[in-house]
């Protein structure tokens, strides 16, 4: 009987290698990918070492070497730079703040995997992310979960996947800690066993994001200076971008009086800058838009309590969603705790205990009366819901 073939996603790193080895082990008929995202040959000053380099690559064909599997390298630059990079400085010129690993994980990669699965004639796409999927077989959709080592866990970055392509998905590492990831590859002799991981963007080489964008997109950042201001539209000073920016920022922002400001809003059809104290940066209810539920929508009722996480990493706050009545393309996210750190561009990930029933990228926030709103939406919103906030977190 021949085997069920897997096509599995190298990157060169660690996780993805162990993810291959570990289908191997399974007995899966294995085909190494690696997709070659960014050309990195450039002026000198760019690293070799970051996520998706020259040396990943090789990484990823001595790892298929070592298993014993066929590998291939295939050259999706194009795709990566309209979907990705394009998409990056174009979030950073509307007074946003882009997500681009959720964009590259969630769409470009298993779009493009999958399509390769299918012309290889491969059932699966598997990947070393630290998440879990949970495919029933019998009509029902598949189900997206949080990675048990919830240090590791990468289900934020999954939340926009299509559900036929999560259909099509295998994460192998989803019940492992990082340990034991790298205990796996030791024991197999994967070179990769102890290669660091990278933390900075892919395509930003040099660590500064302003740099990238005066290189490569100056009409981004050539020419868009204008005003700080506070809430009631006084000008307090001067900028050169409102790319430089990011809401809660307080660097950049120079002396503007005798308390630290922060970035509260950041509007690209004036080029303005908002500043606020650090306490009025908290908000009770935003806005997501381009919405991505990974279960039917029956199931995203007025009633019904998740979780969301605003940010990678962020401690998740409890909410209750609901479509905005006015703009059909926008749900209104509503929290029993304030929470701080609510930028626009960024993913707003909902989950219902470890499931991630899906998400949306936050969007504008609202002007000063919205803040004075949203203060006393707080001071009202677990009456609102008919619980209390610890009710809520126990439900």
Same mark, same amino acid.
């Given at each position: 009987m021949a085997k069920t073939r897997v096509v599995a996603a190298m990157s060169g790193g660690v996780d993805s290698c162990v993810a291959a080895a570990m289908l191997l082990e399974q007995g899966y008929d294995v085909i190494g990918i690696t997709m070659q995202l960014w050309n990195h040959a450039g002026d000198g000053t760019e690293r070799f070492d970051s996520c998706c380099s020259l040396t990943d690559v090789h990484d990823a064909r001595q790892a298929a070497h070592r298993l014993g599997i066929p590998h291939y390298v295939v050259n999706y630059e194009r795709e990566f730079k309209s979907? *990705?990079?394009?998409? #990056?400085?174009?979030e950073y010129a509307a007074g946003r703040t882009p997500n681009p690993c959720v964009m590259c994980n969630s769409k470009l990669k298993f779009d493009h995997l999958v399509d390769r699965a299918h012309a290889l004639g491969a059932e699966w796409v598997a990947t070393g992310h630290f998440a879990r999927v949970v495919?029933?077989?019998?009509? !029902?959709?598949?189900?997206?979960? /949080?990675?048990?080592?919830?240090?590791?866990? %990468? @289900?934020?970055f999954l939340f926009d996947m299509r559900p036929e392509n999560l259909a099509r998905a295998m994460f192998p590492l989803g019940h492992m800690t990082k340990t034991e990831v790298r205990a796996a590859a030791a024991k197999l002799g994967l070179h990769t066993a102890e290669k660091h991981e990278s933390q900075e963007i892919c395509f930003v080489t040099n660590g500064r994001y302003t740099d990238f964008l005066a290189k490569h997109?100056?009409? *981004?950042?050539?020419?868009?200076?204008?005003?700080? *201001?506070? =809430? @009631?539209g006084r000008v307090l000073g001067q900028h050169e971008g409102i790319h430089l920016f990011t809401v809660g920022q307080r660097k950049g922002l120079g002396a503007l009086g005798p308390e630290p400001k922060y970035v509260a809003v950041i509007d690209a059809d004036t080029n %303005?800058? +908002?500043v606020d104290d650090l306490e009025n940066l908290k908000v009770s209810s935003f806005h997501v838009a381009r919405a991505n539920w990974l279960v039917p929508l029956s199931e995203i009722s007025a009633d019904r +309590? #998740?979780?969301?996480? +605003? !940010?990678?990493?962020?401690? /998740? +706050? *409890?909410? =209750?969603v609901v479509p905005d009545p006015e703009d059909h393309n926008l749900w209104q996210v509503l929290l029993a705790e304030p929470a701080r750190w609510v930028t626009p561009g960024q993913a707003a990930v909902f989950y219902a205990n470890d499931r991630v029933v899906g998400g949306g990228f936050i969007a504008k926030l609202r002007g000063p009366a919205a803040a004075v709103a949203a203060s006393q939406t707080a001071e009202r919103l677990p009456t609102a819901l008919g619980q209390s906030s610890a009710d809520l977190h126990a439900t």
């Open positions: 979907g *990705v990079v394009d998409y #990056f400085a174009a495919h029933h077989g019998d009509g !029902r959709p598949s189900e997206l979960y /949080t990675g048990l080592d919830d240090k590791k866990d %990468q @289900s934020y997109y100056p009409e *981004v950042t050539t020419g868009h200076g204008g005003d700080i *201001v506070d =809430r @009631s %303005q800058v +908002v +309590v #998740f979780t969301v996480m +605003v !940010r990678y990493r962020a401690k /998740t +706050v *409890v909410c =209750r």
